[in-house]
């Protein structure tokens, strides 16, 4: 069975119940039925947190089931576990990766240029993208209008579309949407409104707004077209 992602539709889950549905004493690992720890992805890294008093240090998707690594002793199968993220760091990332969605959708309304890749931690990461008209000039302007972003408050909705209707719409091929695996048969979407839609399985604030402040760090070229722009985000 499939470990459910609660936090595909609701990214501020905390805590929650769960069963043990295989356990891997070599790896200290357990999956569960259904997990909110996010088992990293698409730049974005794992959550930590707790399964009841034991400390969850590492998650990953392995097939189909989402693996939790655990300090001290391990559950047994079919044994009832509550989960707690360590919301401090995971709260930083949903803010850190809707950042980096703000960036996609100025540079591409505003400059036309297309995201090639990226990656990301807490407060901080990295994006690149075809952009050849990119300078160093350029870096304080994009800066500026990140933050009018975030202060228009637009709000960032999920929505989960039948893979046919989401081939249908431009700004989602553009993102290499025609990459995902033949028999998935639904597309997860993130729409920052007015700004930005993207397939993605990750997780991100409501609000804009709640991103905080976002500064360049960081310009490199990494040839003619390829460059890469780094962020900080702050309070
Ligand atoms: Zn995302």
């Keep these: 069975m499939m470990t459910e992602l609660l936090g595909h539709t609701d990214a501020y889950l905390k805590k929650f119940k769960a069963t043990v549905v295989a356990v891997d004493p070599d790896e200290k690992a357990v999956a569960l ?19 009841d008093e034991r400390r969850v240090t590492k998650v990953k998707r392995q097939g189909q089931h989402i693996w939790h690594w655990l300090e001290g002793d391990l559950p047994a199968e079919g044994d009832t576990v509550h989960g707690k993220l360590d919301w401090d760091r995971r709260y930083k990332l949903m803010r850190t990766h809707t950042a980096f969605h703000i960036l996609c959708g100025v540079v591409w309304r505003d400059y036309g240029a297309q995201v090639t890749g990226g990656n990301m931690d807490v407060l901080k990461g990295r994006m690149d993208f075809e952009f050849e008209t990119l ?65 993605d399985g990750g997780t991100h604030v409501a609000n804009t707004r709640e991103v905080g402040t976002i500064t360049v760090a960081g310009y490199k070229s990494k040839g003619k077209i390829n460059k890469r722009i780094e962020l900080e985000i702050g309070d």
């Design 135 to 199: 300078r160093k000039e350029l870096v304080s302007e994009i800066e500026e209008k990140l933050n009018v972003e975030v202060a228009a408050a637009r709000p960032v909705r999920v929505k989960i579309l039948p893979r046919a209707e989401a081939f249908q719409i431009p700004d989602l091929i553009r993102t290499k949407i025609n990459l995902l695996p033949e028999g998935i048969t639904e597309v997860r979407t993130i729409a920052i409104e007015g700004l930005d839609l993207q397939a």
């Design 33 to 51: 039925d259904r997990t909110a720890f996010y088992p990293g992805g698409g730049g974005q890294p794992c959550d930590y947190g707790w399964l």
